[in-house]
């Protein structure tokens, strides 16, 4: 029993986690400027955002769910705000200086993993996600009167959930890493500036949505 809970958390979390967004981007991009560890560490923090994301559908938090829906255009907009700042951060990056600190063993794991999973907090939209996949996959999050091991029940699925999205970012960051030789520095600049700009623009767009979907009346003070 407990063992099948585990594998539907590990199919909901790589499934989560194949649509490449910014965050896929971005974590492709640090495998090509930097190393495969980069790039999987980086992964590693959406992945543990993702796990956040998850315990939050499966217990069904109401108090956080009934928060991010009355501040959903704020949390939108430092999203957004977020974003394009990553973006912009890569796209006036040189590759070069990178890529001589890593040969002189400069690195810096701890913030690949916490800047993307702030950046992957910032987007708390990706809950449906996971109410989503988990009914999809007939995984209740409420529990039934004779269910005394609900608790349980959910922290081995959302444990499940982190190892899916984690071997989600191991594989493709593994296969980038593969073709990563193969690229000149003069190839990487033109990937930053290219990954830079997809990203930006989703930040922008994430900001100019919200205008667009919230009458200016009900923006006005009353």
Excluded at 10 to 39: D, E, M, N, Y
Excluded at 178 to 183: A, E, G, S, V
Aim: overall charge positive.
């Amino acid at each position: 029993m407990w063992l099948e809970i585990f594998i539907r958390g590990l199919i909901v979390g790589f499934a989560a986690s194949i649509p490449l967004g910014p965050i896929g981007v971005l974590c492709i991009q640090r495998t090509l400027s930097k190393s495969h560890k980069a790039g999987f560490i980086s992964g590693l923090g959406a992945a543990s955002a993702d796990t956040i994301f998850a315990s939050i559908a499966f217990f069904s938090l109401s108090i956080v769910m009934s928060f991010i829906q009355d501040h959903m255009n704020v949390i939108k907009v430092i999203g957004g705000i977020c974003i394009l700042a990553v973006g912009t951060k890569i796209f006036i990056t040189n590759p070069i200086v990178q890529i001589r600190r890593n040969r002189a063993g400069v690195t810096n794991s701890w913030q690949d993993y916490i800047t993307v999973f702030f950046f992957t907090l910032a987007n708390p939209a990706f809950i449906l996600i996971f109410v989503f996949l988990f009914t999809a996959f007939g995984i209740s999050a409420e529990p039934s009167a004779a269910d005394s091991h609900h608790l349980w029940r959910g922290i081995i699925m959302v444990i499940g959930v982190f190892f899916g999205s984690a071997t989600w970012w191991f594989s493709i960051t593994f296969g980038v890493n593969l073709i990563r030789n193969k690229f000149r520095p003069r190839h990487l600049l033109w990937i930053n500036r290219v990954t830079g700009a997809i990203i930006m623009a989703l930040g922008i767009i994430t900001i100019l949505l919200i205008f667009k979907n919230t009458p200016i009346d009900g923006m006005l003070p009353e």
